[in-house]
């Protein structure tokens, strides 16, 4: 358990966050210049914060009323960091084993072959990094992270500096690294699709203050939390894949409703988290029939949110909480008000694999 | 080949040699710690500690010669302590060192400080939060990613040093096999009917070492911009 609590004044802003992280991931999620980036750095310790408090457990890394500042090295985290800063001069192995050499010799530690493993970073071992792409560099980075024998990760917007298909490519990474290392993780991010894929805890940040904490779904599935506007604005399903079908779709199981879906990796039986963006969803008083689209979730609405420009629907569905984003215009003409029953219609093809992650546990 | 030389020439090349040897082997440290502080920290005294470094660069070398005689003498202040415990600079092939080391300073820290420059902070911070120490990190990122910034510097502080004239022949004087470096010889030998051609193979000599210092320094620069980028 993380428990950071941060003043901190600069010219023109002022930081005053307060928040916990239990085990798992949590991600510190905002626009930029929200804070971000400020909370993690004193966490880190490259940010020695004017008064604050931040331990991880009873592992006291910072309490001003105190006196107490503990250098940056003596902090024991794994920096992720947004470009991966592996040193020029060395191999990949000697990157990898830089920060095993300065920890304590009695700290639990990760086995070097099950991180290699793990990142699929063998191949590398005896380059070095300006040999690198991109995504490659990035697995290296959180293997050097993980094998520094930390007590707590943290990762600033890891995958901001990668395109599309690296994301993709290191993002399965940090579902193992959330499932299978027992450590927690801080990360910040401003992508909704890296919240609903990764957090198991999400802290909303804005203008140096913490807005909301809470679990993942519950912070998404919520109109009135939405840090990077309505047009990202998507809730998170967690459903159980249940047969693959032949013609390329697999069909999920959705608290007791059907969801099809286009074919995804995970095999039947097994839990994934499924984000559905907002804008891809269409709602109806009556049940619809002769529609393309294969999914139809009935609920009732739980919430209509109006932002500017468009409006926000939360839908209490047997799936879980969906929002669909709507016109103003729409919402009046279907009357939806709070209680009223509506079928949610999610386009199969609509959702990108890229929203679709693995569930740990 | 070794007749090429004559005794009296000879004395004066190995003389330059080490003399330039040693004016570079100890001022080394002083210069990497100066060229770290100039680059990296903040402090007061700051530009005041940049201009005493650059001065030997700018004022005329008499000058810092005679500076030197005045500090370092048999009677200066840091000389006369100095001769108590035995190290006497003065007229001696050290003092000439120690004027050679002084002129070569600034040469050397500028080299040190702009590859140390071209260091990426962030990588150092890296090395912090995985648990280096500040002189771990200086020893493990910076020092490596620095190392040919640090010959290069070190070798054109060499170069300089064999050529130093006016501050060691004010400082130590010009005598024979024992401060008579090659620019001194080379004007000792214009002095005398006869010595032109001696003086010229000095000259050879000079210009050689001090094309290929400048040779190989220029490679090693090259190689810190690749070092820094990753190649």
């Not at chain 2, 902070?121 to 990122?141: C, D, H, I, N």
């Amino acid at each position: 358990m993380l428990s950071v609590d941060l003043h901190h004044a600069f010219s023109g802003f002022t930081l005053d966050a307060q928040f916990e992280a239990p085990p798992g991931l949590t991600v510190l999620f905002g626009a930029s210049g929200s804070g971000k980036t400020t909370v993690i750095n004193a966490v880190a310790g490259l940010l020695m914060p004017d008064r604050g408090r931040i331990a991880v457990g009873d592992w006291m890394l910072l309490d001003t009323g105190r006196g107490v500042r503990l250098k940056p090295h003596r902090r024991r985290l794994g920096y992720i960091f947004q470009e991966a800063r592996l040193f020029p001069h060395l191999s990949v192995k000697q990157n990898l084993k830089y920060g095993a050499w300065f920890a304590p010799k009695d700290a639990p530690r990760e086995d070097m072959g099950r991180v290699v493993e793990l990142l699929g970073i063998g191949p590398l071992l005896e380059r070095r990094p300006g040999a690198l792409s991109g995504g490659e560099k990035q697995r290296v980075a959180i293997g050097r992270a993980l094998l520094s024998a930390p007590r707590l990760i943290l990762a600033d917007e890891p995958l901001s500096a990668l395109d599309e298909t690296r994301k993709a490519e290191i993002l399965p990474y940090f579902e193992r690294l959330r499932d299978e290392v027992d450590l927690p993780i801080l990360y910040v991010s401003h992508s909704a699709s890296e919240v609903a894929r990764l957090a198991t805890t999400v802290v909303v940040m804005e203008d140096g203050k913490v807005v909301r904490q809470g679990a993942a779904a519950e912070i998404l599935g919520d109109p009135d939390v939405l840090p990077m506007g309505a047009r990202e604005a998507g809730a998170v399903l967690t459903v159980t894949v249940k047969t693959h079908h032949a013609d390329g779709l697999t069909e999920l199981d959705a608290g007791g409703e059907p969801l099809f879906l286009p074919q995804i990796a995970q095999g039947p039986g097994h839990r994934v988290r499924v984000r559905i963006a907002a804008h891809d969803v269409i709602l109806s008083r009556s049940r619809p029939e002769g529609l393309s689209a294969l999914n139809i979730l009935s609920g009732v609405v739980h919430q209509v949110h109006r932002g500017e420009g468009a409006v926000i629907v939360a839908i209490d569905t047997g799936a879980g909480r969906v929002l669909a984003r709507i016109t103003l215009r729409s919402a009046q003409a279907l009357e939806l008000a709070t209680g009223v029953a509506v079928h949610a219609i999610v386009k199969t093809v609509s959702v990108a694999s890229s929203d679709i992650g693995a569930v740990g546990g | 080949m070794l007749d090429w030389l004559g005794p009296e020439e000879w004395a004066a090349v190995a003389l330059s040699l080490r003399v330039a040897f040693w004016a570079v082997a100890a001022s080394l440290p002083l210069g990497i710690f100066t060229a770290y502080a100039l680059a990296r920290w903040s402090f007061p005294g700051k530009q005041l500690l940049n201009g005493i470094v650059h001065l030997p660069l700018i004022l005329p070398p008499v000058v810092t010669g005679y500076m030197l005689l005045l500090t370092f003498g048999v009677k200066g202040p840091v000389g006369g302590l100095l001769n108590e415990i035995g190290i006497v600079f003065a007229f001696r092939w050290t003092g000439a060192a120690l004027a050679a080391g002084v002129m070569a300073f600034p040469l050397m820290v500028r080299a040190i400080r702009l590859s140390i420059e071209a260091v990426d902070v962030k990588l150092e911070q890296a090395g912090a939060t995985l648990g280096a120490s500040p002189l771990w990190v200086f020893l493990t990122v910076t020092l490596p990613m620095t190392l040919p910034g640090i010959v290069a510097g070190a070798i054109l502080a060499f170069a300089k040093a064999m050529g130093e004239f006016g501050a060691t022949i004010t400082f130590v004087s010009n005598i024979p096999g024992q401060t008579r470096t090659i620019p001194s010889a080379i004007y000792a030998f214009l002095q005398v009917p006869g010595g032109e051609s001696s003086a010229l193979k000095l000259v050879l000599v000079s210009v050689t070492v001090a094309m290929a210092a400048l040779l190989i320094s220029e490679i090693l620069a090259r190689r810190v911009a690749d070092r820094v980028g990753g190649k």
